[in-house]
């Protein structure tokens, strides 16, 4: 079936460095994108999105870049720190089907 | 502060018990998504209701229901619990039916003993 997943489970970073989170999704229909940051103990707070008709979307240090022709989303944050260690998501959906999360990569910032 | 708010926060029972989880959703937000978080598979989708009527269906087991009411908050039961159900409960909001942009309430973690 279909399926959205994350390439590297746990990404180790420096605080002041910039961090890159991969998504591979491989519905081709997809058509939107999410990227929520989920801390220890609290529920997943959305950080950004993409639409399909886009490659680039920018936020507050935060990028997300999608490929549609490798099926691939990254997530990338400028100037990383320690408030940024959690767990993240990327999500797809198409159409008005379910959202479909991956299984989340821990990035861990250390001072 | 997502705007989500979910009850309670900790739950502790056993097995063959039932339970209710109850979740608000953002004010103006018709929408209400259930979720099942465990460590070995990550967050599943349960159930959408929009403005009171069930929308959508995912790996929701016979022994959960849910239903939103008329002022909109939602509650999921579980019954007839098993140990394999003890996980992370969230409830998630949105404006319209569409799914996008959900917005998570606190969770209620569950324990099954």
């Known amino acids: 079936g279909e399926s959205v997943g994350l390439h590297l489970p746990t990404l180790s970073v420096q605080e002041g460095d910039n961090s890159i989170i991969n998504c591979a999704y491989s519905?081709?229909?997809?058509?939107?994108f999410i990227w929520y940051k989920q801390e220890s103990g609290k529920g997943p707070q959305f950080i950004i999105d993409?639409?399909?008709?886009?490659d680039k979307r920018q936020g507050q240090r935060v990028t997300v870049l999608l490929n549609k022709t490798v099926k691939h989303l990254s997530l990338q944050i400028a100037a990383t720190q320690p408030g940024d260690s959690a767990v993240y998501f990327c999500?797809?959906?198409?159409?008005?089907?379910?959202?479909?999360f991956g299984k989340g990569t821990m990035l861990l910032v250390s001072p | 502060d997502s705007g989500v708010t979910q009850t309670p926060k900790h739950l502790i029972t056993a097995t063959g018990q039932r339970v209710t989880l109850r979740c608000s959703p953002r004010?103006?937000?018709?929408?209400v998504y259930w979720y099942q978080q465990s460590l070995d598979q990550g967050l599943q989708f349960l159930i959408h209701?929009?403005?009171?009527?069930?929308?959508a269906k995912g790996n929701i087991l016979e022994r959960f229901s849910a239903q939103q009411f008329p002022d909109l908050h939602s509650e999921l039961n579980l019954s007839s619990l098993e140990l394999g159900d003890s996980a992370l409960y969230f409830c998630?909001?949105?404006?319209?039916?569409?799914?996008?942009?959900?917005?998570f309430g606190p969770g209620t973690r569950l324990l099954v003993l």
């Open positions: 998630a909001s949105s404006v319209e039916a569409s799914q996008e942009t959900q917005y």
């Open positions: 004010s103006g937000d018709l929408s």
């Open positions: 519905n081709s229909a997809s058509d939107y």
């Open positions: 993409i639409r399909s008709n886009m």
């Open positions: 209701y929009y403005n009171g009527e069930e929308r």
């Open positions: 999500a797809e959906i198409s159409g008005y089907s379910t959202l479909t």
